[in-house]
């Protein structure tokens, strides 16, 4: 018998509940998660926020207990250390190369590894099949079920590479439903046959090649359990798909974590106090987001009252081990990164960006015409509230322009009134979207505000005007008569840099489209 598994057998119920529970960082100070840790036993901690003071807040806390903590962490599009925003997983499909999307995880990974992480979740296993998917879009690495199969496998050997446990999501698979799990429970749609010959095969090939942990989202899969839409439960709750499916079906022994115990999609299908415990019951090993204290408090009595089986903690509590096990977790040095370290990194990634771009309509205007010290008006297209995957604006595209001699000016969501009366005075008009998954909860549209500036059409008779995605790639569903749209998938530094350099010639635009512009049905 292997030691993790004689010490989940032999160490008390409460320090085997205690690593069944995954509480955020964010809502406490040390003092208050050093007591949590106590109170609750606990075994690991969401770190939301990738700040550099980790290594002085948080990652002190690993050896509070006997058993040291496992810390965790997204980074899905986000560097640590307050880095900010690089390319997505799209980006990465576009580009189309499994060395450049193996290279980008190994670096996230070993920035994770620098601030004290050992568990990242990602990468994103899903399909982006409804073009209206609110939460899936650019997290993906595109529709195709080979093509996005190629690329998460180098990215799982990435995360290996820098000593990082990967975790598979969204069991069984989001991105056919335009309903966001953060509000409800979204269906995976798909017959079980044609489930199998798409998100199955990916799901396979990835457990195949080790995947360490795998995230049921609060998505429901009718066909697989026989039942009516609205009656499937999300997965996150259904022993059909956690066990017989995920476990039996597939193969996958290591640890199933939740999605977010905070989302519409479980607690409107379960109230809030049972669903750590329905979680654990119907298959689960690490609920994330837990109230560590009370859902600690609540576990307990469900054993203790027969409800839940000791057996089940403790086997959820023994793949934990495992993992860290696994890992080395709380033997192994954090690497100490330099500031070439860093350097390296952003070269990557302003590499990988430049090679994403994708022209999706009107070749003909690339690269655009500026006479010297010409007049430029930028327009920015976005939701006014953004999320931890976008951002605010787009300032280095200014910034390049000017330095290229031009004179910018800049608008955000302009009335087309303002628009139209001064859209006569510049040599060159971009306007660039920014439509992201999670900026505004519920949809991925382009809607009021940022519709608004095309009303009246102001393009529609100017040759001088070029549109650019720094995000969503189906735009010209939105807007099918754009006569040209470029496609950067994301809006970060390197996204802005690559965008002027197609722009003006100075690199061609040499991504392919990872998706289909109507969606797939498979």
């Given at each position: 018998m292997?030691?993790?598994r004689?010490?989940?057998?032999?160490m008390?119920?409460?320090?085997?509940?205690?690593q069944?529970?995954m509480?955020?960082?964010?809502?406490?100070?040390?003092e208050?998660?050093?007591?949590?840790?106590?109170e609750?036993?606990?075994?690991?901690?969401?770190?939301?926020?990738?700040?550099?003071?980790?290594?002085?807040?948080?990652?002190?806390?690993?050896h509070?207990?006997?058993?040291?903590?496992?810390?965790a962490?997204?980074?899905?599009?986000?560097?640590?250390?307050?880095?900010?925003?690089?390319?997505?997983?799209?980006?990465?499909?576009?580009?189309?190369?499994?060395?450049?999307?193996?290279e980008?995880?190994?670096?996230?990974?070993?920035?994770?590894?620098?601030?004290?992480?050992?568990w990242?979740?990602?990468?994103?296993?899903?399909?982006?099949?409804?073009?209206d998917?609110?939460?899936?879009?650019?997290?993906?690495y595109?529709?195709?079920?080979?093509?996005?199969?190629?690329?998460?496998?180098?990215h799982?050997?990435?995360?290996?590479?820098?000593?990082?446990?990967?975790?598979?999501?969204?069991?069984?698979?989001?991105?056919?439903?335009?309903?966001?799990?953060?509000?409800?429970?979204?269906?995976?749609?798909?017959?079980?046959?044609?489930?199998m010959?798409?998100?199955?095969?990916?799901?396979?090939?990835?457990?195949?090649?080790?995947?360490?942990?795998?995230?049921?989202?609060?998505?429901?899969?009718?066909?697989?359990c026989?039942?009516?839409?609205?009656?499937?439960m999300?997965a996150?709750?259904?022993?059909?798909?956690?066990?017989?499916?995920?476990?039996?079906?597939?193969?996958?022994?290591?640890?199933?974590?939740?999605?977010?115990?905070?989302?519409?999609?479980?607690?409107?299908?379960?109230?809030?106090?049972?669903?750590?415990?329905?979680?654990?019951?119907?298959?689960?090993?690490?609920?994330l987001?837990?109230?560590?204290?009370?859902?600690?408090?609540?576990?307990?009595d469900?054993?203790?009252?027969?409800?839940?089986?000791?057996?089940?903690?403790?086997?959820?509590?023994?793949?934990?081990?495992?993992?860290?096990?696994?890992?080395?977790?709380?033997r192994?040095?954090?690497?100490?990164?330099?500031?070439?370290?860093?350097?390296?990194?952003?070269?990557?990634?302003?590499?990988?960006?430049?090679?994403s771009?994708?022209?999706?309509?009107?070749?003909?205007?690339?690269?655009?015409?500026?006479?010297?010290?010409?007049?430029?008006l930028?327009?920015?297209?976005?939701?006014?509230?953004a999320?931890?995957?976008?951002?605010?604006?787009?300032?280095?595209?200014?910034?390049?322009?000017?330095?290229?001699?031009?004179?910018?000016?800049?608008?955000?969501?302009?009335?087309h009134?303002?628009?139209?009366a001064?859209?006569?005075?510049?040599?060159?008009?971009?306007?660039?979207?920014?439509?992201?998954?999670?900026?505004?909860?519920?949809?991925?549209?382009?809607?009021?505000?940022?519709?608004?500036?095309?009303?009246?059409?102001?393009?529609?008779?100017?040759?001088?005007?070029v549109?650019?995605?720094?995000?969503?790639?189906?735009?010209?569903h939105?807007?099918?008569?754009?006569?040209?749209?470029?496609?950067?998938?994301?809006?970060?530094?390197?996204?802005?840099?690559?965008a002027?350099?197609?722009?003006?010639?100075?690199?061609?635009?040499?991504?392919?489209?990872?998706?289909?512009?109507?969606?797939r049905?498979?």
């Open positions: 292997d030691e993790a004689v010490l989940a057998e032999n008390t119920l409460e320090d085997a509940v205690g069944t529970l509480p955020t960082d964010r809502n406490y100070s040390q208050e998660l050093k007591r949590l840790i106590h609750a036993h606990l075994g690991s901690v969401f770190v939301r926020d990738y700040r550099e003071d980790n290594l002085d807040v948080i990652v002190p806390l690993r509070e207990r006997e058993i040291p903590l496992i810390f962490a997204d980074m899905e599009h986000t560097r640590g250390g307050g880095r900010g925003l690089i390319p997505t997983q799209m980006a990465a499909g576009a580009a189309g190369d499994p060395d450049l999307a193996r980008r995880a190994r670096l996230l990974g070993r920035e994770a590894r620098a601030l004290g992480n050992d990242l979740f990602q990468p994103v296993l899903d399909l982006n099949g409804n073009p998917s609110p939460e899936m879009n650019v997290r993906t595109g529709d195709d079920p080979e093509a996005v199969k190629e690329m998460v496998l180098p799982l050997a990435g995360l290996r590479d820098a000593g990082i446990a990967a975790t598979g999501k969204h069991f069984p698979g989001a991105g056919m439903d335009d309903r966001d799990q953060h509000v409800c429970t979204s269906v995976n749609p798909l017959s079980v046959d044609a489930w010959a798409s998100y199955g095969k990916i799901w396979r090939a990835a457990i195949a090649a080790g995947l360490e942990t795998v995230m049921p989202g609060h998505i429901s899969f009718p066909a697989w026989g039942q009516a839409e609205s009656d499937a999300p996150t709750l259904e022993p059909r798909l956690m066990n017989d499916l995920l476990r039996k079906e597939l193969g996958f022994e290591g640890v199933i974590v939740s999605d977010a115990a905070t989302m519409g999609g479980l607690t409107s299908r379960c109230p809030v106090e049972n669903c750590a415990v329905e979680f654990l019951k119907a298959g689960g090993d690490v609920y987001f837990s109230d560590p204290v009370e859902d600690f408090r609540r576990i307990l469900a054993v203790r009252r027969g409800y839940l089986s000791e057996e089940r903690v403790r086997d959820a509590a023994y793949r934990v081990l495992r993992l860290k096990e696994k890992l080395g977790v709380g192994r040095p954090d690497p100490v990164l330099s500031q070439e370290d860093y350097a390296e990194a952003d070269r990557f990634f302003v590499g990988l960006q430049e090679a771009a994708t022209i999706v309509r009107g070749e003909e205007y690339f690269p655009v015409a500026i006479p010297p010290g010409g007049k430029v930028t327009v920015s297209i976005r939701w006014p509230d999320s931890k995957y976008t951002a605010p604006d787009l300032p280095l595209v200014d910034e390049l322009l000017r330095a290229e001699g031009f004179t910018v000016d800049h608008m955000v969501n302009p009335p009134t303002e628009l139209r001064k859209a006569d005075d510049y040599d060159m008009i971009f306007v660039n979207v920014m439509t992201f998954p999670h900026a505004l909860l519920g949809t991925i549209r382009m809607l009021g505000p940022m519709l608004m500036p095309f009303w009246r059409a102001f393009y529609a008779k100017r040759k001088n005007v549109f650019t995605s720094f995000g969503s790639p189906y735009l010209l939105e807007q099918p008569h754009w006569p040209n749209l470029l496609v950067l998938y994301s809006p970060c530094p390197a996204a802005q840099r690559a002027v350099q197609v722009w003006l010639g100075k690199r061609p635009a040499s991504g392919r489209l990872p998706v289909s512009l109507t969606g049905c498979f």
